[in-house]
């Protein structure tokens, strides 16, 4: 089974701070990539998806590189809204199967 | 507006069994893989099971295989998921989630309903 890691778990940021998050892949998966964000008590939302394409409506600020094992998420100007915990997901193994990483928990300073 | 909405949450007790259901609108649902994905109260997610659009696929999280069961009816725009054995760590918000294909890949999970807590205990 293909594990996710993420760095860091945990996050602290000002508003206007650029921040980067690191998902890692066990083994190779293209650019089978997904980001979401989250927020407490909702549903994840869907930001970035092949590693790098923007889902509609997400701000710009947001994006996505990698592919093979090591993969960020960069937000270029942190906005209030965005602070939430956010997630990779892996779908190299779609449809037989889906893994998520462990979150990294982005939090005001 | 593309809209999931679940149902049938609840407590219930280990060994229990519980259905839980997920209507979908505003979109062709019977032209989408459709996933469940749990959440343990202060975890992280976890996908728990998907299906192909004519039900002739399904797949499972090791740790629920034999004793979950997805299904869908085309019919009523339904996904369900019926939880069988439950156990203490099976307690979870369950989201249903639809697909987002591009060139017949899935590459995310672009709608999620609001979610249906189950809880097993005793």
């Known amino acids: 089974d293909i594990q996710l890691t993420q760095s860091p778990s945990f996050l602290s940021a000002s508003v206007g701070d650029r921040v980067t998050i690191t998902c890692r892949a066990s083994q190779g998966i293209s650019s089978y990539l997904a980001w979401y964000q989250q927020k407490p008590g909702k549903a994840p939302k869907l930001l970035i998806y092949a590693a790098s394409t923007l889902q509609s409506g997400v701000p710009s600020r947001f994006s996505g590189s990698g592919s093979g094992t090591e993969f960020t998420l960069t937000i270029s100007s942190l906005q209030p809204e965005d602070f939430a915990t956010y997630y990779c997901q892996q779908l190299n193994s779609y449809p037989r199967g889906v893994t998520f990483g462990p979150g990294t928990k982005v939090d005001i300073k | 507006e593309v809209q999931l909405v679940e149902s049938g949450g609840g407590l219930v007790q280990p060994g229990g069994s519980l259905r839980l259901s997920c209507a979908a609108s505003?979109?062709?649902?019977?032209?989408?893989?459709m996933s469940w994905v749990r959440q343990a109260p202060g975890k992280g997610l976890e996908w728990v099971a998907n299906i192909k659009q004519d039900g002739s696929e399904k797949y499972y999280v090791d740790s629920v295989k034999g004793r979950f069961t997805i299904s869908r009816d085309n019919a009523k725009n339904s996904l369900y998921l019926q939880m069988n054995s439950l156990r203490a760590e099976d307690t979870a918000v369950y989201y249903c989630?639809?697909?987002?294909?591009?060139?017949?890949?899935?590459?995310?999970?672009?709608?999620w309903g609001q979610g249906t807590l189950v809880t097993v205990s005793s």
């Open positions: 505003g979109f062709t649902f019977s032209s989408y893989w």
């Open positions: 989630a639809r697909d987002l294909p591009i060139f017949g890949a899935s590459v995310g999970f672009d709608y």
